[in-house]
C-alpha cells in the first residue's frame, strides 16, 4: 500500500496550478489538482484574461467601424449596431474553448481533478468535499481576489468588481473606475468604446502605479484623447446605492474638500489579494506575510518542507505568465530537477488601445540603483510616429524606450507605448534573458516594415545614433 495518495496535490487550477501539475505528471509524478469551480482554468481563464481579452478585441473592432476611423483606407460603414448579447456569447465561446482544453489536458497527462474547496488537515493531508487526500508534497496555487475598498461595497449591479464589469447586460451611461491600474484602464476602455462616459479616479498623482514615470505621463495622455476623464490624486471616501444610481464620495488624497459624482455603474478595480482563506494554513503550520502572502525559498518551497506555493498567493506581480512560469519550475523542484524563473525578467502588459509593455527596470529605477553603486544610465527612445509601418497603419501613438547600462551598454529595461507593444516585448525579454547589450539588439537585422524596428532603433539612440529622427 502506497505512503501516499500522490506524489503532489496543487490546490489551485489557475495558470500557476494548472500548469504545474500538468508538468509534474509530465516528469512522471502522480498528481491531483484540486479546484472548486466547475470549469478549470482560474479567474485567468474564467473571469479574467481571457474574457477581458475577447472584449477589449470586439470592441475594438466596434468602435473602428462605427466611428467611422477606417474611412480614410477607403472603408466605409453604414448603420453599424451594437449586439452586445452576441459580444459576450463569442466571449463565453472563447472562454469555454479553453478551459475545455486544460480539461482535455488532465485527461491527457493522468491529472485526477478533485472538485471542491481544499483545507489542510496536516502538513501533507488535505480535506476536499469531506474527503481525505494525502500526499509526498502539496503546491499552494490558490491565486488571487479582488482587494475590497471600505465604504464601498459590490453588489455586483451598480458597484462591480471586474468580474460583475465582464458581464454587464448593457452599455453604462456613465462609469466610474476605482483604481488608474491596469484592470481598470482595460475595463473601462472596453465600456469606453462602446459608448459608455468613463471616469478613472485614481488615489496616487498619476495611473498606471509603478511604471515608468514617462510611460505613465504619455498613456495618461493618449487615453484623455480618447475621452477618458481622469481624476488624478482624488480618494473615494464611501458610495451610496438608490435604484440604478450610486453616489460616491470623493476628495482630493492629500484632504480637501469632498464632492460627489453620480454613476450608474461603478467598478472597483484597485488591486488584488491572495487567496489563502478557507485553506487552514495553521494546521499545516504555515503562516502568511504582513501582505497576506505565503513566502517562499528559490527553490518555491514554504518554511514547512514538502510544501510549496507559487503564483499570486506570493509575493511578486500579479501576472498569469509569472504562475505558469513558477509552476513549472516548482514541479521541476518537486521532482528532483532544478527550477527556473529569472524574476528580473518577467513582462508587464497593459492590453488598451494603444498596448503599454514594459520589461526589467524603469528609468527611475535604474538610475537609483546605478547612483547606489556609482554608475550611470544611458536611455534610448523612438517614437513610433517615425516608424513606417506604424505610420502606414496610422496607429502611430506612443514610443519604444530602451534603457541600458552606460558602461556595460547591457539592457536593464525596456518600455513600449504602441499599437502591439505586447508581442513586440518579447524580443526585448529574450534579449534580456540573454544578458543582451543595447548594441546587440542595435545590429539585430529586423524584418522592414515592421513596429519591430522601433526597438532596434530606440537601441541605437542609447548611443545616440538612430537612423530615422
Not at 518554511?303 to 519550475?329: Q, T
Not at 497603419?393 to 547591457?410: E, P
Amino acid at each position: 500500500m502506497a505512503e501516499h495518495d500522490y506524489d503532489l496535490i496543487v490546490i489551485g487550477a489557475g495558470p500557476g496550478g494548472y500548469v504545474a501539475a500538468i508538468r509534474a505528471a509530465q516528469l512522471g509524478l502522480k498528481t491531483a489538482c484540486v479546484e472548486s469551480r466547475e470549469t478549470l482554468g482560474g479567474t485567468c481563464l474564467n473571469v479574467g484574461c481571457i474574457p477581458s481579452k475577447a472584449l477589449l478585441h470586439a470592441s475594438e473592432m466596434f468602435h473602428e467601424a462605427q466611428s467611422g476611423s477606417l474611412a480614410k483606407f477607403g472603408i466605409d460603414f453604414k448603420g453599424v449596431s451594437l449586439n452586445l448579447d452576441q459580444m459576450h456569447a463569442e466571449k463565453a465561446k472563447a472562454v469555454g474553448e479553453l478551459t475545455g482544453g486544460i480539461e482535455f489536458l488532465f485527461k491527457k497527462n493522468k491529472v485526477d481533478w478533485l472538485k471542491g474547496h481544499a483545507a489542510f488537515t496536516s502538513p501533507n493531508s488535505i480535506d476536499v468535499a469531506g474527503k481525505s487526500y494525502t500526499a509526498k508534497n502539496i503546491m499552494i496555487a490558490t491565486g488571487s481576489s479582488v482587494m475590497p475598498l471600505p465604504g464601498v461595497e459590490i453588489d455586483q449591479k451598480v458597484i462591480v468588481d471586474s468580474t460583475g464589469a465582464l458581464a454587464s447586460p448593457q452599455v453604462p451611461k456613465h462609469m466610474v473606475v476605482i483604481g488608474g491600474g491596469v484592470i481598470g484602464l482595460e475595463l473601462g476602455s472596453v465600456w469606453l468604446r462602446l459608448g459608455a462616459q468613463v471616469t478613472v479616479v485614481e488615489y496616487l498623482d498619476q495611473i498606471l502605479p509603478g511604471m515608468d514615470g514617462e510611460v505613465r505621463k504619455e498613456a495618461a495622455k493618449i487615453f484623455k484623447k480618447q475621452g477618458f476623464n481622469i481624476r488624478t490624486g482624488t480618494k473615494v471616501t464611501g458610495a451610496t446605492v438608490k435604484g440604478a444610481t450610486a453616489t460616491l464620495t470623493v476628495e482630493p488624497s492629500g484632504g480637501g474638500a469632498s464632492e460627489t459624482i453620480k454613476a450608474d455603474c461603478v467598478l472597483v478595480a484597485i488591486g488584488r489579494r491572495a487567496n489563502t482563506d478557507g485553506l487552514a494554513l495553521d494546521k499545516a503550520g504555515l503562516t502568511v506575510n504582513a501582505r497576506g502572502q505565503i513566502e517562499i525559498g528559490h527553490d518555491f518551497q514554504t518554511n514547512v518542507p514538502g510544501i510549496y506555493a507559487v503564483g499570486d498567493v506570493c509575493p511578486g506581480p500579479m501576472l498569469a505568465h509569472k504562475a505558469e512560469d513558477e509552476g513549472i519550475a516548482a514541479a521541476e523542484f518537486v521532482a528532483g530537477l532544478n527550477g527556473i524563473v529569472n524574476h528580473d525578467v518577467i513582462p508587464g502588459v497593459v492590453y488598451t488601445y494603444p498596448e503599454i509593455a514594459n520589461v526589467g527596470l524603469t528609468e527611475e529605477e535604474a538610475k537609483e540603483k546605478a547612483a547606489l553603486s556609482g554608475g550611470e544610465v544611458k536611455v534610448g527612445k523612438f517614437p513610433m510616429m517615425a516608424n513606417s509601418r506604424a505610420k502606414t497603419n496610422r496607429d502611430t501613438d506612443g514610443f519604444v524606450k530602451v534603457i541600458a547600462d552606460a558602461k556595460t551598454d547591457r539592457v536593464l529595461g525596456v518600455h513600449i507605448i504602441a499599437s502591439i507593444a505586447g508581442a513586440m516585448i518579447a524580443e526585448a525579454c529574450t534579449a534580456m534573458e540573454f544578458g543582451a547589450t543595447s548594441e546587440d539588439i542595435a545590429y539585430t537585422c529586423h524584418a522592414h516594415p515592421t513596429h519591430a524596428e522601433a526597438l532596434k532603433e530606440a537601441a541605437m539612440a542609447v548611443t545616440g545614433k538612430p537612423i530615422h529622427m
